[in-house]
């Protein structure tokens, strides 16, 4: 069905141990939806993430993932800058065509997936570099083009502009639209930045204490 | 090199044992060093010394001298290797020591408890020195299957999962996200870890399995541009090193397990001298 979720949650509890981070947590994620989760540093929005990607299974309520999104293969994932190790040596490409492990993309097309993925997001040119001489904002475009190379319906960014400079930043939300407005993925946001809600979001749920405290896009950005 | 192959027809089993222990290592060293821990292979080392001086001095407190059978030694020596590595893969966390911190309890363990058990015992002095300073001259022919077996297992592994491996190593929490089992991998490769170094200590002592685990994996990481190649890279290079070891060592009388691992030593200083990847 197009109208169905592609990810929802009802009442749901996550953390870690028996010690719940995030409370009582209710959304649905429909297909080409930009969403925005704000709020403060510690407010639970990158558990709650961690949650959705299956990496924590909740504490109380549910969280319905789509049949066809269940084994995670075509959900991206942005992880914040700096979660990399750097003990290995990498490209770019090298590095974008580990984002198919476990995806469905056949070994047919994979190099030629990976060169899509680079293009899309403008550092087909950086292909051959190593992904450690880059700058962050080029960096941040390897991790989003490592995403994409799954073909992903829903994408999950965390805090994808965090210590960019502003022009880069401008660019790569310039991406997320064209993003979502071209190829129809579902994007959800994490960030304690308002402005990115306002100026790009279409959905937005503001984050306090591990609860979402104001759902509504107007009431948040009021 | 006449004269090292007028050696060959006697100590062709060490010579072998020695080579396919430096290939075998130097793969799975690769994802030490990708996970950054290379104290671990030293503990890991260390703590299979610690097996082999457990069957030595249980065999002399029961009188029971299967103990001391080379395959006891093995079994203890990889049983102490695996429950090394395990119990690093497990991790530190809130309220937990840290990994480091239990690896470097493990390593300081294992390398003074076998002096103690063994003190009032000569041969079993003798055995802790023979592995602490590493000599190749006890390696059997029938080691050579076990090593080819680990060899084959090790080379089937690295090419069936080194992309999963790769980026569970490089980026864990991306690798959970996309649905790659990275405990489970962590656990395994673990496992296989204190299998392989346990074994190769029991043959060829602390020093020559250590290098071979860390050296040419931190070598060729400064040569090459990408991860996938270290795999092959990590045990030619090894192989590169051990072959002219061996040679030099034995024109020159001197020891070839140092001697392999002082021209390792030398390729990874000469590495960081030419700056080596990244541009």
């Known amino acids: 069905m197009a109208d169905e979720p592609l990810i929802a949650a009802r009442g749901l509890a996550l953390g870690y141990g028996d010690e719940a981070v995030v409370r009582d947590v209710t959304f649905a994620v429909r297909a080409g939806e930009f969403w925005c989760w704000i709020?403060?540093?510690?407010?639970?929005?990158?558990?709650?993430?961690?949650?959705?990607?299956?990496?924590?299974?909740?504490?109380?309520?549910?969280?319905?993932?789509?049949?066809?999104?269940?084994?995670?293969?075509?959900?991206?994932?942005?992880?914040?800058?700096?979660?990399?190790?750097?003990?290995?040596?990498?490209?770019?490409?090298?590095?974008?065509?580990?984002?198919?492990?476990?995806?469905?993309?056949?070994?047919?097309?994979?190099?030629?997936?990976?060169?899509?993925?680079?293009?899309?997001?403008?550092?087909?040119?950086?292909?051959?570099?190593?992904?450690?001489?880059l700058s962050g904002g080029q960096r941040q475009r390897a991790l989003l083009a490592r995403a994409l190379v799954r073909r992903p319906e829903l994408l999950l960014l965390d805090e994808p502009t965090e210590g960019l400079d502003v022009a880069t930043q401008q660019a790569l939300l310039a991406t997320f639209d064209a993003l979502h407005r071209t190829a129809r993925i579902a994007l959800v946001v994490v960030t304690h930045r308002h402005e990115i809600a306002r100026d790009h979001a279409d959905h937005v749920a503001l984050f306090a204490d591990g609860r979402v405290v104001a759902g509504a896009r107007e009431a948040v950005l009021a | 090199m006449n004269d090292f192959l007028a050696s060959w027809s006697l100590f062709w089993p060490s010579y072998l044992a020695g080579w396919a222990i430096a290939v075998l290592l130097a793969v799975i060293g690769v994802w030490v060093v990708a996970r950054r821990e290379v104290f671990l292979g030293a503990a890991v080392s260390q703590a299979s010394a610690l097996g082999i001086a457990l069957a030595i001095s249980l065999g002399a407190w029961s009188g029971a001298h299967w103990f001391e059978r080379d395959s006891v030694a093995a079994g203890l020596a990889i049983a102490t290797a695996v429950a090394t590595a395990l119990v690093s893969a497990r991790g530190g966390g809130p309220g937990r020591e840290s990994a480091e911190g239990i690896v470097a309890w493990i390593f300081l363990l294992s390398a003074s408890l076998p002096t103690l058990l063994l003190a009032r015992s000569a041969h079993g002095l003798e055995e802790i020195h023979r592995l602490t300073f590493s000599t190749l001259l006890g390696a059997q022919p029938a080691d050579l299957w076990v090593l080819g077996a680990l060899l084959v297992a090790t080379g089937l592994a690295a090419w069936r999962y080194r992309e999963p491996l790769l980026l569970v190593a490089l980026d864990g929490e991306t690798a959970a996200a996309f649905g790659v089992p990275r405990r489970r991998l962590v656990v395994a490769a673990a496992l296989w870890l204190g299998v392989c170094i346990g074994f190769a200590m029991r043959v060829s002592g602390m020093l020559y399995t250590f290098g071979c685990l860390v050296l040419p994996a931190l070598v060729a990481r400064r040569l090459a541009r990408e991860s996938r190649p270290l795999v092959w890279l990590a045990p030619a290079l090894a192989l590169g090193a051990a072959l002219p070891g061996f040679v030099i060592a034995h024109v020159t009388d001197v020891p070839p397990a140092q001697m392999t691992v002082t021209l390792l030593c030398a390729a990874l200083a000469l590495a960081w001298a030419t700056g080596g990847r990244r541009a």
């Open chain 1, 39 to 133: 709020g403060p540093n510690g407010c639970g929005k990158s558990t709650l993430l961690r949650g959705l990607l299956g990496l924590l299974s909740p504490l109380a309520g549910a969280l319905d993932v789509a049949p066809r999104l269940a084994d995670r293969a075509r959900i991206g994932y942005v992880p914040q800058r700096g979660e990399l190790s750097d003990a290995l040596p990498t490209t770019v490409r090298e590095l974008v065509g580990l984002g198919l492990v476990g995806s469905r993309v056949p070994r047919a097309e994979r190099s030629e997936a990976v060169r899509d993925a680079l293009a899309q997001v403008g550092v087909l040119e950086l292909a051959e570099r190593s992904f450690w001489s």
